[in-house]
């Protein structure tokens, strides 16, 4: 963690002006500065000399370091902490332009954890061409290993972390699946992140939040040519078998919902021997194309839900929703169901047909695989 003495945290917004992002691991040697130069100058001199980079350069070039002796910047500029002691300069702050976290909202995050070679190819390859989102994925923390990217986001979010935070892992260690069970990403063979919503739906809408990450991993899948469709109530399925995994979790208060973690595990690559009867890879995409489309999916989705619910996406929900008019098989809480599927309702409820009559299966999931 880095803060400075009086516990305080520096937020950029980006595009900041005058701060330059660098590559990984440099180190901002002097700060000297030139007569009539700010701090801020220096630091985009310095760069340029020192580098041989231009400052649009380095602004796109999101694996942002120690810039300027006091501070440490996080990714694409937007996270600042000064750190060594000391506030910015007065000078400083007029030529930039930042906000003052105060100390509860603290990034509780290493910065050191997420300073791998990966996420340096990982920051420039994303942000640097892909991402065509306004909100989703314009924060992000790659990082090459952690217990649970949802348990990364919510600590994020806890110390205030905006709407649109990506936290993204080659690897987890404690991943989590639904229902208590545990979600294995080899690394190399998934895409495995989390993205941070902060709805302002009520707790009834905001519950169906992972039908509409579901909706937009199909989409993406099928983008590229996969017959990708969504199973009750979040698994993205390729024929009959798991590609996508997505579990959704909330950070509350007293207030109530504050946020939703929505995390996601798609199987890119290869899946163990031992599951291929029930899960299925993409067989090798590139992951993080993929996950700026999903990202881009996500936003789009997200934005009609946000003003009208799943009722927004109705047209979507039916035309993916890969089991309506099958038969299943149902496990809500304590129990087997058979019967036909007749669809998603408006508030994310499963509707099952059993013996000439529809019921409405709120909690549990279709089960397939025996
Ligand atoms: C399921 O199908 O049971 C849900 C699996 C969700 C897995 C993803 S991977 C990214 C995020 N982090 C986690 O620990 N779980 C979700």
Known sequence: ????????????????????????????????????????????????????????????????RHVYPEFAITL????CAPVGG????????????????????????????????LQA??????????????????????????????????????AGAPE???????????????????WASPPGQCLTFSLLARPKAPPEVAATLPLVAGLAVATALRA???????????????GDRKACGILCEAQTSARGIE??????????????????????????????????????????????WAKGGLPALRAELDALDCKRGKAILVRPAGGTLEGVSRGIRDDGALLLERGGQIEPILCGEIAQWD
């Open 121 to 158: 190819h990982l920051r420039e390859r994303f942000f640097g061409s892909r991402l065509r989102t306004a909100t989703f994925g314009r924060q992000a923390r790659f990082l090459q290993s952690c217990d649970s990217t949802n348990t990364a986001l919510l600590a994020l979010a806890e």
């Open 1 to 64: 963690m880095i803060v400075d003495a009086e516990g305080a945290v520096l937020c950029v917004r980006r595009g900041a002006k005058g701060f330059p992002s660098t590559a990984n691991k440099w180190e901002f040697p002097g700060g000297k500065l030139e007569p009539g130069e700010t701090p801020a100058q220096a630091a985009v001199r310095e760069v340029r000399e020192e580098l041989g980079l231009e400052i649009e350069a380095l602004a796109e070039c999101a694996a942002v």
């Open 259 to 304: 946020g939703i973690v929505v995390g996601i595990g798609i199987n890119t690559g290869a899946v163990p021997e031992a599951l291929a009867h029930r899960a299925v890879g993409l067989g090798g995409v590139d992951r993080l194309a993929l996950l700026a489309e999903v990202c881009a999916a996500f936003e789009a989705r997200y934005a009609r």
């Open 86 to 117: 000391g506030r910015p300069s007065p000078a400083l702050r007029e030529h930039t332009d930042f906000d003052w976290c105060p100390p509860d909202k603290l990034w509780r995050h290493d910065f050191a954890a997420a300073d791998t070679p």
């Open 224 to 238: 590229r040519g996969f017959e990708a469709g969504l199973k009750w109530p979040n698994d993205v399925l390729l």
């Open 76 to 79: 694409h500029g937007v996270l």
């Open 164 to 182: 649109g935070t990506l936290v993204v892992t080659e690897e987890q260690t404690a991943g989590r699946g639904r229902l208590g069970r545990a």
